[in-house]
Each structure stands twice: as structure tokens, then as C-alpha cells.
């Protein structure tokens, strides 16, 4: 087991300089790119700021020379000076990490708390009016663009209702949380709900489950005994991969509520040029992504018996 | 009837339907056999035939879109095909325990066997968790599991199928049932193990008087097994009797041509070599059953009443029954 | 066959929203555009302006109607991209196996590691805001799945009997693929596609709304979404009816791409 996750661990990191290499890739090459300097005199900037920002990136150098660099760079945990805020981008990531990061909890943790339980009921009576009714709310939830859903929901109570406050992030806490965490929350809340009822659906029709009930089990037993693990166990994949793409995705909602996380800082990278810090951005959060899926199956391993000493 | 003589479990007239978009359709049609106390009784015919569906509808486990549709079922004189669920719940596991065919599939994968058998205990003797694991390693011994401690600790992926089968035979027979309802034991099993499962089962409810109900599509299987044998074509009984008899005078021509497509020890030696003979045509569907004796497409010996009235079930001697217009 | 609802639903929808598409200009009632008009700023929804008018006087309905040109387009020609792409890849990693087979493996995976739209905001940022940027950066970055689908399919394909006569009687590779294996994994695909244009759609809205898609003044929901949020308070209609016009049309795609898997790809289909 212990070898498992290892191996699963060191797998990790190709995958991890490939990414980095794509992105290196996507912002020096690609003709046009502001990294390759040949749109600035049409911008407008100071040629003599171009030139210093060209030397101090080392833009000179061959494609795979200056690769070569930014990978033994990354290694030591340096992503690289902010071009705007001449910080190092690692400190401005690690700032922001903290506000993401309960974002994406609370999001998830709306999803699971909300979404897994629906789809239950849903399956445990398929085709009644509730499984009906259900399912076109996560169908709709899967429909709703967040940002949209996350300035209803700002109109109806922070506006009008005055509950929560309409954006920012005060102390981090609940009060400024929720609503961005509902907004993120929603659709992946909605493919839970999904998931969790196709799972049990399926596992409801399984063999042991007629087992268990020829045992003379009452069909609350059935399901806290025979059911519940093993629909979780196929529900736990689309958690590990949801969680990972939320941190994508609130992007738009971060931006929405002026929330200080990755997401806005990226989006504001992006407007301000300043590359180092798009670049580190992307990256963090792809890491983010592959260790959580990682995780995901790792957990899954663990979890599972059947695939448990493969 | 009462005491002694009645029946463990009596099936009169069972009737069970197929629901679907294009309408209902009978899938058992007006079976009736019993059982004794200790009794051993074998239910043969090929898949879809319904003799599957007829040991679910005792067990009350009847599904959607498969549903009673008519009939009595009897536990020691007691009508239970109307018991509201929970009663029916205590019967089973308890009275009535059912072992299934794939014992990879009916096992849960994610749970250890022990606590699968332990489960048992704690239903239906109100054990403790503790007290019960310790009783299924106990069972586990009975079902001569080598190194029962450790194997109940085992995943019902890491057993061997004949093991898996002799945990699902430990949770069947945990709490020492009046009957045992095994549908098609030994079919996934391999062919070496199929006849130590086999033995196991009839030992250890010959030692505890459990009645077997054992459902095949192996004739020979069931013979072997089986003190008498109901034969069941396309939802219907249409044979009756015991199996020391039924290969040497079968009445039905359905029966007859399971017994010719046997391959039988010995029987080269008294008639000479001799073709293993297959009945020609197939099984008609549920849905697309024909009119008069179900078996008339396939019959030689069909004639114009088999095509449009349904044979009854005659009486011969000794207990046996056939539904033939031409038996014999 | 019973018409299923979500089908029937689903298929309403996404005809309505395509027909807005391309009959939206003449179901407008002024150019989204040049029909700036202060003295109508802000108006709420009236029979003159059904949706209202936004900060500038325009008219929300034509707005919308015109609106639908871009998010319809962006969502049709990127997700044939992404088909062509992923279609492409895995059906030929799976018909030829060996080093291409693991190069596209790679490439998928790699793809997946990435969140797709953070994926296509780095295309967008390094292309510049515009409608080919658009098409290129959801094109690029949406396509695993199919790729996956359809390479498992060609991998079960490729051993059956009627592909290994097919070659026995020396049809070249591209024509086994062409005639053999891709009408094995349309069904699939179909199905992929039609909620991927869905997911395209929310994606430029997304992208959009960032400031990253179409340019201002060319009305897209997702813009008109962004520039409403500045007078939530005083004109909240102005939010209302771009982010129903999204709603709805990936409503009817993710129905439509539903009903379809229940048609189409009956294997996934979870048990009723």
C-alpha cells in the first residue's frame, strides 16, 4: 500500500513538467504573444522597460535553455517576480491561497451536504414526484451560469434582503462566505445529486443487495448496511474531480464577490500582462488539481478491497 | 391437515405476471407442489421457464415489474404471500434462507465475509456485533472453511467461488432455517467443486432437518440431489414425481427429451451405444407463450388439442402428476 | 418509441434557441448597437422595450436577440473542434496503438490536469479578447472526453471479426476508420458534443463576463451580464434576461444530450 502511493505520489511529477512546459510553451512561442515583444511598440511602452524586462527574463536565450531555467527556477519553489508588483509571485499566490482554498471547501461542502443526500431520496423511490422534481432541479442547476446565479443571489439577500453583505471578504467567515460558496456550490451540487442517484440506482439492483434483503433486513438496513459504502465509493470520484475544477471555476465567482483568491488574482494578471504571475497562478492551481485527484485515488484504493492489493 | 402431516411449505396455484408497456403476461401460471419437514424437492427446467421467479415470490422478494399475481403460499399452514413486510422480514433469513447462483456478485464486495455472515446474528438473535462475529467464525468452521479466524476477515474477492458459495451456504444456514431455497448453486462454479457444494448442502441440512428446495437446470444435478423433482416448461409444472423414477419412466414428452439429452454412467453398457438426443426448436418467451400446451411447438407428438387446450394435471400413480394430453 | 420528456424538452429548446440565432436580427426591434438613446436609459421592461433598456438606452430584447448570434456560434464551432479534435486523436490511438496510442494518452491526461476553462482563459489572454479567440480557446481545451470515448471504442472495434475482414480484404486504415469504426462511436459522441455545447456556451458566458470574449460594444450575454452588474440596484432586469437566455439554451442542451443518451447510448444509461 505504502508503495502504491508512492509510486502514485512520484507520478505526480511528470505530469507536473508537462504542464509547466505547456504553459511555458503557450506563453513563448505562439507568434503575437506579448512575452515575444513584437506587439509592445504598438502598445505603446517605453522600449527602453521592454528591453530591461527582455534581459531580465532571459528572453534571448534558445526555447529549451530558457525552459531548462524556469524548471530548475520552479524547483526551488520560485515562480518568478510579479512584472507590476515586482513581488515574488510565490508570495502573492501564498496570499491568496487561503481565501481560495475555504472558498472551494465551502462550495464542496455545500455540494456534498446538499447534493448526495437528494440524490439518495431521489433513487431510494425512482419515478415518484420527489426523484421527478429533484432531478429537473440539478438538471437546472447544472444549466446556471454561476456568475449569474451569484448575482441573483447578491440582488435577493445581500440587496434586498440585506442577510449577507453583497461582495468582499471581511474576516473570511461565514457571513461574507456564503453566498460565493452557494454560487460555486450549485452545480456541482447538482452533478452529485446525479451521480449519488445513478449510483444507487445501480447498486440497489445489485445481487448482495437481494442478498441482504433475503437476510430478512428492513430496507433501512439495506441501505445503511449494503448501499450506502459502496454508492459512496462511486460517488467519491466526482467529488475528488469537482473539487479540483471548482478552483477553476471560481474564477468568475471570486471576481463576482471580490473575493481574494487565486482566481481574481489571475483574472487581474491577465489584464495587467503581467505573465510571471499568470503563469505561477495556472500552475498552482493545476498542482491543486493534480494532488487532489491524486488523493481522490489514493482514498479510492483504500477504500475499496477489490482493487486494494493490486 | 394439521401436526405431523402438514406440509413445511405448501405452493397452491401460484400465479405470478410480467408487467411491461405492451401489457401483463403470465410468467407462472397455477403452480402447486409442497414440501415436507426435512423434505428435499427439485425444481428443473431451462432459464426463463420461471422456476427462479416462483422461489423469489416464497421468499417475498418479488420485484417490478414481476409481481403475484395470484395463489396461496404456505409456511406450516400459514398463508404468507399477503404478510404486511415486516412480518415477512422475520421469515426470512430466519424460516426461509436463499443461496443464489453468482456468489461473487450476491456477496457485498466492500464488506468481510464474517461480517456478511455476522450479519445474521445480530437480525435475527439480537447478538452483539462482538458476539456475532465470533458466531460466524463458528459457521465458517461448519462450512469447512480452512482457517475460518482469518478468511472471515477476507473480501469475497480474494475466496475461491466454491469458498465464496460456502459462505453464502454459512449465511443461509446461520440461523438454522426449516428451509433452504438454493437456486442454481453450483452453475458458476467449476465442475470439480460443484459436487463438493453440493454435498455440504445436503449434509448439513440433513444434520440441522432443513428442507431443500433446489432450483436447476441440471436434471441430473437435481436427481442426484433431490428426493422428487417438479419440471417446469414456459411458467408451467408440467411433470411431478421422484427422481428414482423420473429417468427410467419419464411421462412428459418435455421430460423425455431432458432425460434423452442426458449423458447417463452405464448406459452404454446396457443399451449399446446410443446418441445423446437435444429437443429440437426453442423456448418461447415470456411474452409470446402459445395457446393450448405450451410445449405443442416443440412436441411429436402434438396433435390438434395440444394447439388449443391447455392440458391438466393428471394424477398417475404413487404421487406422480403430468400435464399431457398423450402421456405416457 | 415514447417521446421522452427531457427529448421533447431538451429538443424545444435548443430549436428555439437556434432560430433566435439565426433569425435574430430581424426579431429585433433596433441594432443593438447604434440605437444608444439616453433619454431611455434604465427603463424597466415595457411594451415598447419587452426587456427593458440598459444604461445607454439600448434595447435589452434586441440586445439579447443579437446576443444569441455569438453564444450559439461559439458554442456550435468550437465544440466541432473539440469533436473533430478528440474524434481524431482517439480514434486513430485506438485503431494504431504503440507510440501515438501513448502520445495521445499523455495529451489527454494532460489536458484533464488543467482546468478547462482556466485552460482556455490563458489562450484567451495570450490571443487578445475577440470571436476567434473565442472559437480557438474553448475548441482547444474540451475535447478528452470524446477523445476518450471514442478511442475505447475504437479499441473494441478494431478486434471484431468484420474489421479484421476489412483488412484481410486490404481497405486501407483511414477507410476501416471512416467506414468501420467511426459510425460505431457516433452515438457516444453525438451525445458528448451536445452537452459539451452546453458547457462551451456557460464558457464564453464565463469568458465573457471576465472581459476576456467578445469586445464591447457587440452584445454576448456574457458581457451584457458584466455591464449589468454596475446597476444591479437600480436596474436588476438588465441581469435578468441575458442570464435567462444563457439558462435556457444550455437547459435545452444538457436535456436534449440527456434524451439523446437514453436513444443513443443506452449502455450509460442509468437503470429506471
Given amino acids: ?310 | 391437515m394439521s401436526g405431523a402431516n402438514m406440509p413445511l411449505l405448501s405452493v397452491e396455484d401460484l400465479h405470478i405476471s410480467l408487467t411491461t408497456d405492451a401489457g401483463r403476461f403470465p410468467a407462472v401460471e397455477g403452480v402447486s407442489f409442497s414440501i415436507a419437514r426435512g423434505e428435499t424437492v427439485g425444481l428443473v427446467g431451462e432459464s426463463g421457464c420461471g422456476k427462479s421467479i416462483t422461489a423469489l415470490s416464497i421468499m417475498g422478494l418479488l420485484r417490478d415489474p414481476l409481481g403475484l399475481a395470484g395463489g396461496k403460499i404456505k409456511l406450516s399452514g400459514q398463508e404468507i404471500q399477503n404478510l404486511p413486510a415486516s412480518q415477512l422480514r422475520a421469515l426470512r433469513g430466519k424460516r426461509i434462507a436463499m443461496i443464489f447462483q453468482e456468489p461473487m456478485t450476491a456477496l457485498n464486495p466492500l464488506k468481510a465475509v464474517g461480517t456478511q455472515i455476522a450479519e445474521m446474528f445480530v437480525l435475527h438473535q439480537g447478538a452483539s456485533w462482538r458476539e456475532a462475529e465470533a458466531k460466524a467464525v463458528d459457521a465458517l468452521t461448519q462450512v469447512k472453511v480452512p482457517a475460518p479466524a482469518q478468511r472471515a476477515k477476507d473480501f469475497p474477492h480474494q475466496l475461491s467461488g466454491g469458498m465464496r458459495q460456502r459462505v453464502m451456504i454459512a449465511i443461509a444456514l446461520a440461523c438454522e432455517p426449516d428451509l433452504l431455497i438454493a437456486d442454481e448453486p453450483t452453475t458458476a462454479l467449476d465442475v470439480t467443486v460443484q459436487s463438493e457444494i453440493v454435498d455440504l448442502m445436503k449434509e448439513l441440512c440433513a444434520a440441522r432437518g432443513t428442507a431443500i428446495l433446489m432450483i436447476s437446470h441440471d436434471l441430473g444435478l437435481v436427481t442426484d440431489t433431490c428426493k422428487r423433482v417438479c419440471v417446469m416448461y414456459a411458467g408451467r409444472i408440467v411433470e411431478q414425481q421422484d427422481s428414482e423414477r423420473i429417468f427410467n419412466s419419464p411421462q412428459h414428452p418435455y421430460t423425455q427429451g431432458l432425460v434423452a439429452s442426458l449423458p447417463r454412467l452405464g448406459m452404454r453398457a446396457r443399451h449399446g451405444r446410443r446418441r445423446l438426443t437435444e429437443i429440437a426448436g426453442v423456448v418461447p418467451g415470456i411474452t409470446s407463450y402459445p395457446a393450448g400446451c405450451r410445449f405443442h411447438p416443440r412436441c411429436t407428438r402434438r396433435t390438434e388439442i395440444c394447439e388449443t387446450v391447455v392440458p391438466e394435471l393428471t394424477a398417475l400413480a404413487e404421487g406422480s402428476l403430468v400435464r399431457c394430453h398423450h402421456h405416457g | 418509441m415514447k417521446i421522452r420528456a427531457n427529448l421533447a424538452i431538451g429538443g424545444g429548446l435548443t430549436v428555439l434557441a437556434l432560430a433566435v440565432g439565426i433569425f435574430g436580427p430581424w426579431l429585433a426591434h433596433t441594432d443593438p448597437i447604434m440605437d444608444a438613446n439616453l433619454m431611455n436609459a434604465e427603463l424597466p421592461p415595457s411594451r415598447e422595450f419587452w426587456f427593458g433598456t440598459d444604461q445607454q438606452g439600448r434595447d435589452i430584447w434586441s440586445r439579447v436577440m443579437y446576443g444569441a448570434q455569438i453564444s450559439l456560434t461559439v458554442g456550435v464551432v468550437s465544440q466541432l473542434i473539440n469533436t473533430a479534435i478528440g474524434t481524431a486523436l482517439g480514434v486513430t490511438a485506438g485503431y494504431w496503438g504503440g507510440w501515438w496510442d501513448d502520445f495521445v494518452n499523455g495529451l489527454t491526461n494532460l489536458m484533464l490536469a488543467i482546468p478547462s476553462l482556466i485552460f482556455a482563459l490563458a489562450i484567451m489572454a495570450i490571443l487578445g479578447p475577440g470571436l476567434t479567440s473565442l472559437l480557438i480557446a474553448l475548441g482547444l481545451t474540451n475535447w478528452s472526453y470524446t477523445c476518450r470515448i471514442s478511442r475505447a471504442q475504437a479499441l473494441a472495434v478494431k478486434s471484431q471479426g468484420y474489421v479484421q475482414a476489412a483488412r484481410v480484404l486490404g481497405y486501407g486504415d483511414f477507410r476501416i476508420m471512416f467506414t468501420q469504426i467511426l459510425p460505431n462511436t457516433l452515438g457516444p459522441i453525438i451525445v458528448i458534443a451536445t452537452l459539451g455545447m452546453g458547457g462551451t456556451i456557460l464558457a464564453e458566458a464565463a469568458l465573457s463576463f471576465l472581459g476576456l470574449g467578445v469586445r464591447p460594444p457587440s452584445p454576448s450575454w456574457g458581457s451584457m451580464l458584466s455591464d449589468a452588474r454596475e446597476t444591479i440596484t437600480t436596474a436588476p432586469w438588465l441581469s435578468l434576461f441575458p442570464g435567462m437566455a444563457i439558462f435556457l439554451t444550455v437547459l435545452g442542451l444538457n436535456l436534449l444530450g440527456d434524451g439523446l443518451r437514453d436513444i443513443l447510448d443506452p449502455q450509460s444509461r442509468s437503470r429506471r
Fill in chain 1, 1 to 310: 500500500m505504502a508503495g502504491f502511493i508512492i509510486r502514485r505520489l512520484l507520478q505526480m511529477v511528470p505530469m507536473l513538467v508537462a504542464i509547466a512546459l505547456l504553459i511555458f510553451v503557450l506563453f513563448s512561442v505562439i507568434p503575437g504573444s506579448f512575452a515575444t515583444g513584437q506587439q509592445d511598440e504598438g502598445l505603446g511602452l517605453d522600449m527602453a522597460v521592454v528591453t530591461r524586462m527582455r534581459q531580465e527574463l532571459g528572453l534571448d536565450d534558445p526555447l529549451h535553455v530558457r525552459f531548462g531555467k524556469y524548471v530548475a527556477q520552479l524547483a526551488t519553489l520560485d515562480l518568478g517576480i510579479s512584472f507590476r508588483s515586482r513581488q515574488p509571485v510565490a508570495d502573492m499566490i501564498g496570499a491568496r491561497m487561503w481565501p481560495s482554498l475555504i472558498l472551494t471547501a465551502a462550495a464542496m461542502g455545500f455540494a456534498i451536504v446538499i447534493g448526495v443526500p437528494l440524490g439518495f431520496v431521489a433513487a431510494l423511490r425512482p419515478g415518484s414526484l420527489v426523484d421527478l422534481g429533484l432531478m429537473i432541479v440539478a438538471v437546472s442547476g447544472l444549466s446556471l451560469p454561476k456568475f449569474w446565479l451569484g448575482i441573483l443571489l447578491m440582488y435577493l439577500f445581500a440587496l434586498t434582503l440585506g442577510w449577507f453583505p453583497s461582495f468582499g471578504y471581511g474576516d473570511g467567515g461565514l457571513y461574507h462566505l456564503t453566498l460565493p460558496a452557494i454560487a460555486l456550490g450549485v452545480s456541482p451540487m447538482a452533478l452529485l445529486a446525479r451521480t449519488t442517484r445513478a449510483a444507487v440506482l445501480d447498486i440497489m439492483n445489485a445481487d448482495f443487495v437481494r442478498t441482504a434483503r433475503s437476510k430478512g433486513m428492513n430496507e433501512y438496513r439495506v441501505v445503511v448496511w449494503h448501499v450506502l459504502r459502496n454508492a459512496l465509493v462511486l460517488v467519491l470520484t466526482t467529488i475528488g474531480l469537482q473539487f479540483g475544477s471548482l478552483l477553476g471555476q471560481g474564477v468568475v465567482v471570486e471576481k463576482l464577490f471580490a473575493w481574494p483568491g487565486i482566481g481574481s488574482l489571475l483574472v487581474d494578471s491577465v489584464f495587467q500582462r503581467d505573465i510571471p504571475a499568470v503563469q505561477g497562478c495556472i500552475l498552482v492551481i493545476s498542482l491543486f488539481f493534480l494532488v487532489i485527484n491524486t488523493s481522490v485515488d489514493i482514498a479510492y484504493k483504500l477504500i475499496d478491497p477489490r482493487i486494494r492489493y493490486n
